[in-house]
């Protein structure tokens, strides 16, 4: 299983436990199912607001999000990014279980 490093509070988890996003048309975009379904240099971080504060605030300007993907992206607001991160957790919920069907 390969380990990533969050861009929050910087340790290596297994893949399958952070929230990977990819720069889509200049925005950071998540990966719907974290899994590399969405190609491309991924960024990653817990699924954890403190997490996602770090990561906001770090680097100013939120620029570690475009360091971390080479490229300039716009990053969404603190509330705007822990939603998606907070559904995206019941969304692939149901993609774990609809591919242990299989
Ligand atoms: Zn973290």
């Known amino acids: 299983m390969p380990f990533r490093r969050c861009v929050g509070c910087g340790s ?3 893949k399958g436990e952070l929230v990977r ?3 889509r ?17 991924g960024v990653y971080i817990c699924p954890d607001i403190e997490c996602v ?3 906001l605030k770090k680097h100013r300007k939120k620029a570690i999000f475009s360091v971390a993907l080479r490229e300039c992206v716009a990053v969404p607001e603190l ?11 019941l969304t692939r ?10």
């Open 12 to 14: 290596s988890k297994e």
């Open 21 to 23: 996003f990819v720069a």
């Open 25 to 41: 048309d200049g925005r950071l975009t998540l990966d719907p199912t974290g899994k590399g379904s969405l190609h491309g240099r």
């Open 53 to 55: 504060k770090r990561a």
């Open 79 to 89: 509330e705007e990014l822990w939603q998606i991160i907070e559904e995206q957790k």
């Open 93 to 102: 919920g149901r993609y774990d279980r609809g591919e242990k069907r299989k």
